[in-house]
């Protein structure tokens, strides 16, 4: 089975450039995570998909972040302008349902210079 | 509001002995528990959830985990640590709603030989 696809898997920017990250989830699975984890810090839930709906996004900075999920399959992850502190790992996880396991992906490493 | 806390910043066990990762959580109405693991160098991986039913909860690679609703914890536990083991735990909970998920700070796990 395949699992949870990102890329890219390493970014570096400036600030104040803009970023887009991919994710494709495992096939059928209806909900759709971004977590934000910083160094040493555990992951954030940034925004949940169900299908191609928002179910929470109230921890996404919505002044500089914004997320899809056309046709309820593969999502991307944008910020614009960038900050130092968006510094981190964006993983992309993926599930059947809202109380199921999650499956992640292997993350991007973003550094804001 | 609902968090989840993981008092430990680390903790060190010899291999053969047995483990306990500590976790304590808030939620409004009846939570759903997750354990994840982090290996260096690798995605998180699901070990154990728990919904409802019998309050000990067994997992991958041997692990299982308790929950206590008087206490609100829900410790990972294992009756023999391997130095295979060794890595960053996480404790998460998502609330009976579904539209909120929170990862604790993570438990850092030394097996040493």
């Known amino acids: 089975e395949a699992g949870v696809a990102q890329s890219p898997r390493y970014k570096i920017i400036e600030k104040r450039q803009s970023v887009a990250f991919w994710c494709n989830p495992i096939?059928?699975?209806?909900?759709l995570y971004w977590y934000q984890q910083i160094l040493g810090q555990g992951p954030k839930l940034l925004i949940q998909?169900?299908?191609?709906?928002?179910?929470?996004d109230s921890q996404l900075p919505k002044d500089r972040f914004s997320a899809e999920r056309l046709k309820g399959v593969d999502s991307t992850l944008k910020i614009q302008p960038a900050k130092l502190e968006d510094s981190a790992v964006y993983l992309c996880?993926?599930?059947?349902?809202?109380?199921?396991?999650?499956?992640f992906g292997p993350g991007t490493r973003l550094t804001v210079l | 509001a609902q968090s989840v806390a993981q008092p430990e910043d680390q903790v060190n066990v010899a291999e053969g002995n047995p483990l306990t990762v500590k976790c304590t959580y808030s939620?409004?109405?009846?939570?759903?528990l997750f354990w994840y693991v982090q290996y260096p160098n690798r995605g998180l991986q699901f070990l154990l959830k728990?919904?409802?039913?019998?309050?000990l909860v067994k997992g991958s690679y041997g692990f299982e985990a308790e929950f206590n609703k008087s206490q609100t914890s829900f410790h990972l536990k294992k009756p023999s640590a391997l130095v295979s083991d060794s890595a960053l735990y996480f404790c998460?909970?998502?609330?009976?709603?579904?539209?909120?998920?929170?990862f604790g700070s993570g438990t850092k796990l030394n097996v040493k030989p």
């Open positions: 996880a993926s599930s059947l349902d809202p109380s199921g396991k999650q499956f």
């Open positions: 096939s059928g699975h209806a909900t």
């Open positions: 998909f169900q299908n191609n709906g928002v179910v929470d």
């Open positions: 939620v409004s109405g009846n939570p759903y």
């Open positions: 728990y919904i409802t039913g019998d309050n």
């Open positions: 998460a909970v998502r609330g009976y709603n579904f539209n909120k998920f929170y």
